[in-house]
């Protein structure tokens, strides 16, 4: 009876060394598969860890960070089986969402959601071309869900109309860009609404006559044909 339990105890301890090393291991053609975990350096804490199939990432893969020297998860990836694209999340040190969205390979694609720090509220939304770079509509939203900021984008650069609102919904700014530069009509309002000062941007300078207000009436022009400053950050 004492030799069949020592032969179960030495089968149990080889099965646990098969499993142990059966992770990070290469198939015949030197890829990884199966079962991979890395760890930060000298240490024992997670750095990643998830399964390859010959080569290709498969199924859910998560991403460590390191606070107060442990793993903390920060990132998952749920990858397609048929293509090179995954569902990503990354998560802050509390486990909160702060952003998902699609990645392939290291490009984000496809639409992206941020999250406010504080709430569970939608911060922003975003597009990406498949060359990662952003294409199409941007929101940026207040923690009460109202829209702070709408904006267009065409191969990574703003391009089109540009409109910021306050948190009442009223109108603050509307810009009009060109390949990431101010052209066009411009205005700017008050809290309340009311038209402060309005005129016309080229390459990212005013230009030409610019109207001020006040209480909704014309106080000054200004031509600004000389282009004097960059007003971006105006």
């Known amino acids: ?87 990503v999340k990354f998560l802050s040190s509390k486990g909160k969402l702060i952003s998902e969205g ?34 199409g509509e941007k929101f940026v939203y207040y923690p009460n869900g109202k829209t702070a900021e709408k904006s267009n984008y065409s191969n990574g650069k703003l391009h089109g109309e540009s409109i910021w609102y306050a948190e009442n919904g009223n109108i603050l700014k509307e810009f009009q860009y060109k390949d990431d530069e101010l052209n066009g009509v411009s205005k700017y309002f ?17 230009h030409g006559i610019w109207n001020y207000y006040e209480g909704g009436k014309l106080v000054k022009t200004k031509d600004h044909t000389k282009r004097s400053k960059n007003p971006k950050k105006q």
């Not at 930060?40 to 199924?59: P, S, V």
């Not at 990858?79 to 995954?86: E, I, K, M």
């Not at 699609?102 to 498949?130: D, R």
Request: avoid cysteine.
């Open 1 to 87: 009876m004492k030799s069949y339990f020592f032969i179960f105890i030495l089968t149990l301890l080889s099965l646990n060394s098969v499993a142990q090393n059966a992770v990070n291991q290469f198939d015949e053609n030197g890829k990884r598969h199966g079962i991979w975990r890395k760890y930060f350096d000298k240490t024992k804490q997670l750095r990643y860890e998830g399964q390859f199939d010959h080569g290709k990432e498969i199924d859910t893969f998560r991403f460590y960070t390191l606070n107060r020297g442990k793993s903390v998860l920060s990132a998952t990836k749920v990858f397609n089986l048929n293509d090179d694209t995954a569902s």
């Open 102 to 135: 699609q990645m392939k390979g290291k490009l984000y694609i496809g639409k992206w959601v941020y999250y406010h720090n504080k709430s569970e509220a939608v911060m922003s939304t975003e597009y990406y071309n498949e060359s990662g770079e952003l294409d």
């Open 190 to 206: 008050d809290a309340d609404g009311n038209l402060k000062a309005e005129g016309t941007y080229r390459d990212g300078l005013k």
